[in-house]
């Protein structure tokens, strides 16, 4: 495990597929010094089969650092558990929460939820295999299956199997009929479930996912778990991290946006040059950093221009950003 002091997991940005990727999680290490952030879903033939530095590669500055996992074999994860070590992650963190008919062929996501045994072997073969921390993420119950009782049983036997962390998506995933973005928004959150796990399991640390954007709701919700995860807000409005680290991390943490700027042509120009990559594949992820400031839509557009972003100058950030830069710093020294 790494020798870094870790932050308790007060704040967590979610794993999402296509967008939490190295480059997405450097940008918001920049805006939340303390949140956790995971890795988009692996799966374990991914790794076992597949280009395994294009999967793992990240960098130094993004501690702490989850890789998340799909997969259902014992043995596969436990290797896989051994990679991520090897490569230096925080956290294995295993996926069963995900609807999607593609993840439902391979067998895991959110149908483990109803296999919670086989759930408890693949922690405890994955705790055998590592030193770091194993968790879960998962719903609260499968299709029409609302009953506190299924999600109870679920956590306390896959807590027998040393697993210590669940993040609760606090919304049922129907396994038939609804799409992965239907899923995340049609069934009903209901958060009193996370919140009763944590007084059920006092013992483990209980975070909470699903729905959470604005401030006041999100500080609400952390008094009643141990932290929470946000997902499609934090990537959207990314500015928005930064008022979550001030209110669930860090009281002073008061970040200017030119700063942030800064810092992503930086790290542009240095994976330009260290590794080839595109600018397109860095900025894709910062088009939500100016909402809501004059100016907002040229940056967005600058930055989305295929024409642009041919020549793939890091400086294109600084020229973006120009078209919001003076009123930014304004509200900066207002703040």
Same mark, same amino acid.
């Given at each position: 495990m790494n020798a870094i002091a870790l932050?308790?997991?007060?704040?967590?940005?979610?794993?999402?597929?296509d967008w939490t990727d190295r480059h997405c999680r450097h940008f918001h290490r920049l805006l939340a010094p303390h949140a956790w952030l995971y890795t988009e879903m692996v799966t374990t033939g991914a790794l076992l089969h597949g280009d395994v530095p294009r999967h793992l590669r990240f960098g130094e500055a993004e501690h702490p650092v989850a890789l998340q996992l799909g997969g259902s074999e014992p043995a596969d994860l436990a290797r896989c558990a051994q990679l991520?070590?090897?490569?230096?992650?925080? @956290?294995?963190?295993? #996926?069963?929460?995900?609807?999607?008919?593609?993840?439902?062929r391979g067998a895991f996501?959110?149908?483990?939820?109803?296999?919670?045994?086989?759930v408890a072997d693949c922690v405890a073969a994955m705790r055998?295999?590592?030193?770091?921390p194993v968790t879960?993420?998962?719903?609260?119950?499968?299709d029409q299956i609302e009953h506190y009782d299924f999600v109870r049983e679920f956590v306390a036997t896959v807590a027998a199997a040393g697993c210590g962390t669940f993040i609760v998506h606090a919304r049922n995933a129907w396994l038939q009929g609804l799409s992965p973005k239907e899923n995340r928004e049609i069934p009903p959150l209901r958060y009193e479930v996370a919140h009763q796990l944590k007084r059920d399991f006092p013992q483990l640390e209980i975070l909470l996912n699903g729905g959470l954007a604005r401030t006041a709701d999100i500080i609400e919700q952390a008094q009643s778990v141990d932290g929470v995860m946000?997902?499609? @807000?934090?990537?959207? #409005?990314?500015?928005a991290l930064a008022e979550w680290e001030r209110a669930l991390c860090d009281a002073g943490w008061q970040p200017e946006r030119r700063a942030i700027i800064d810092g992503m042509v930086d790290y542009a120009a240095r994976e330009a040059s260290e590794h080839g990559t595109p600018l397109r594949a860095i900025v894709r992820h910062m088009l939500g950093f100016a909402n809501g400031l004059p100016g907002?839509?040229?940056?967005?557009?600058?930055?989305?221009?295929p024409a642009l972003l041919r020549d793939a100058r890091p400086a294109l950030i600084l020229d973006a950003w120009a078209q919001v830069g003076t009123r930014a710093g304004a509200l900066d020294e207002a703040a």
């Amino acid at each position: 495990m790494n020798a870094i002091a870790l932050p308790p997991r007060r704040l967590s940005v979610a794993p999402m597929l296509d967008w939490t990727d190295r480059h997405c999680r450097h940008f918001h290490r920049l805006l939340a010094p303390h949140a956790w952030l995971y890795t988009e879903m692996v799966t374990t033939g991914a790794l076992l089969h597949g280009d395994v530095p294009r999967h793992l590669r990240f960098g130094e500055a993004e501690h702490p650092v989850a890789l998340q996992l799909g997969g259902s074999e014992p043995a596969d994860l436990a290797r896989c558990a051994q990679l991520a070590e090897a490569w230096g992650y925080d @956290e294995v963190n295993l #996926n069963c929460g995900c609807p999607s008919e593609r993840v439902q062929r391979g067998a895991f996501g959110a149908c483990l939820m109803n296999e919670p045994q086989l759930v408890a072997d693949c922690v405890a073969a994955m705790r055998d295999a590592t030193r770091l921390p194993v968790t879960v993420k998962h719903r609260i119950g499968i299709d029409q299956i609302e009953h506190y009782d299924f999600v109870r049983e679920f956590v306390a036997t896959v807590a027998a199997a040393g697993c210590g962390t669940f993040i609760v998506h606090a919304r049922n995933a129907w396994l038939q009929g609804l799409s992965p973005k239907e899923n995340r928004e049609i069934p009903p959150l209901r958060y009193e479930v996370a919140h009763q796990l944590k007084r059920d399991f006092p013992q483990l640390e209980i975070l909470l996912n699903g729905g959470l954007a604005r401030t006041a709701d999100i500080i609400e919700q952390a008094q009643s778990v141990d932290g929470v995860m946000i997902g499609r @807000e934090a990537y959207h #409005n990314p500015w928005a991290l930064a008022e979550w680290e001030r209110a669930l991390c860090d009281a002073g943490w008061q970040p200017e946006r030119r700063a942030i700027i800064d810092g992503m042509v930086d790290y542009a120009a240095r994976e330009a040059s260290e590794h080839g990559t595109p600018l397109r594949a860095i900025v894709r992820h910062m088009l939500g950093f100016a909402n809501g400031l004059p100016g907002a839509k040229s940056f967005r557009r600058m930055l989305s221009d295929p024409a642009l972003l041919r020549d793939a100058r890091p400086a294109l950030i600084l020229d973006a950003w120009a078209q919001v830069g003076t009123r930014a710093g304004a509200l900066d020294e207002a703040a």
